[in-house]
């Protein structure tokens, strides 16, 4: 059998690996053994004692073959940062792992993707499917059967429904709800707070209760072009 690599590299340097590093640290079978930014945004050579690596040169110095990665961005630019990063470092060859807290409910036949972090006090239920790279801060329902599509970032207190379908690089604000079967477009936010009682369309805000879109869309929300 293949022995599993154990050696993890963070991709960044913000909050976020930081957080990343202490739960890696303290909660995983990984080793965190290095952080790496592109060399553009490189302002300190060390954190916590580990280097920083020039991304653009990171695979000379951890092969690959030998370490694995995780790419801990949040949801800068509607999560497009994090999405970039991640295939990048896809194409350099690592394998991406994902964290699930030890305090998380997950059952049995859930499924997740690669660089997924999933924070403590989530209840993940019955059939539930997590794409990749995607983000579930503390303490959300996701109800059973419900969808989250790749490079979505879920905030804390998220109540999703069953059978709910989550699209790409979508962005749920705290304490939001979503009744059952609720589809939500590709790249919408969802404001904090705000209830969903029907389907929403792609790249729009909706804030309120029940939930309304508003005239701003989530790309100049955000400040990118539609993709």
Known sequence: MEKLNKN????G???LAEIAYEYF???SPYTVIAFS?????????ELFDLPIIPFEELEKIYPPSKFVAFVAIAYSKLNRVRTRLYQ??????????SYVSSKAFVWH???IGENCFIFENNVIQYHVKIGNNVILWSG???GHRSQIHDNCFISS????SGSCDIGESSFLGVNSCLNDKIKIGNDCVIGSGAVIIKDTDPGKVYVGNPAKFISKSSYEAFEISED
């Open 109 to 111: 036949n859930v499924e």
């Open 37 to 45: 930014i592109e060399k553009d945004y490189l302002t300190k050579s």
């Open 157 to 160: 207190h998220v109540v999703i």
């Open 88 to 97: 990048k470092v896809k194409e350099k060859g690592y394998s991406l792992v």
């Open 13 to 15: 340097e913000g909050e």
């Open 8 to 11: 993890l590299i963070i991709i």
């Open 140 to 142: 959300n329902h996701i």
């Open 25 to 27: 640290t303290h909660d």
